[in-house]
T-cell receptor
Framework: DQQVKQNSPSLSVQEGRISILNCDYT??????FLWYKKYPAEGPTFLIS?????DKNEDGRFTVFLNKSAKHLSLHIVPSQPGDSAVYFC????????????FGKGTHLIIQP | NAGVTQTPKFQVLKTGQSMTLQCAQD?????MSWYRQDPGMGLRLIHY???????DQGEVPNGYNVSRSTTEDFPLRLLSAAPSQTSVYFC????????????FGPGTRLLVL
């Protein structure tokens, strides 16, 4: 059973507009959430994170929102740029299982000119 | 400072062969882990280590062994390769607490025939 879900396999956004990537989780033990960006043939690179004691974290063009009651988080990218085209993974930790990160399946973000 | 390095970048094996995927980090991180990524899937945790001499199983450990004799190195061994182990393998490290930013290597693409 997937504990971290990214229900949109792909998302197309026009350059300059806002990109919103969504992630849902089921494990109430998760207390730390991260977003990773991945280009083809490269390892994932850390983008932004949020602790469960916060509901928002901002870093430049990237903002992550956490709604604990809904078990939902989202990544906002404003404004979207061509270099943002990549696969974005939502990840979580703190669950009752093994240590390490639990990843969603990823969302392929395509920024169109 | 090279970060996390992985060798080889690409490997082809025959069913039943064994091999070791190498991973090294030069950031003096205590925590290291191995993930595999399959098409349409997120990354799944294979094994992890919270320090030299300490290892534990992740979500998908079967068919893999690890050891952690030094802080820097965390090799992953395939004892008897199977086609189901065809995947891209990522090694990651982090400074301390599980869930904090993990730094990923560039990956090893493995094909088992």
């Amino acid at each position: 059973d997937q504990q971290v879900k990214q229900n949109s396999p792909s998302l197309s956004v026009q350059e300059g507009r806002i990109s919103i990537l969504n992630c849902d989780y089921t494990n109430s033990m998760f207390d730390y959430f991260l977003w990773y960006k991945k280009y083809p043939a490269e390892g994932p690179t850390f983008l932004i994170s949020i602790s469960s004691i916060k509901d928002k974290n901002e870093d430049g063009r990237f903002t992550v929102f956490l709604n604990k009651s809904a078990k939902h988080l989202s990544l906002h990218i404003v404004p979207s740029q061509p270099g943002d085209s990549a696969v974005y993974f939502c990840a979580a930790s703190g669950g009752g299982g093994a240590d390490g990160l639990t990843f969603g399946k990823g969302t392929h973000l395509i920024i169109q000119p | 400072n090279a970060g996390v390095t992985q060798t080889p970048k690409f490997q082809v094996l025959k069913t039943g062969q064994s091999m070791t995927l190498q991973c090294a980090q030069d950031m003096n991180h205590e925590y290291m882990s191995w993930y595999r990524q399959d098409p349409g899937m997120g990354l799944r945790l294979i094994h992890y280590s919270v320090g030299a001499g300490i290892t534990d199983q992740g979500e998908v450990p079967n068919g893999y062994n690890v050891s952690r004799s030094t802080t820097e190195d965390f090799p992953l061994r395939l004892l008897s390769a199977a086609p189901s182990q065809t995947s891209v393998y990522f090694c990651a490290s982090t400074k301390s607490r599980v869930g904090e930013t993990q730094y990923f290597g560039p990956g090893t693409r493995l094909l088992v025939l």
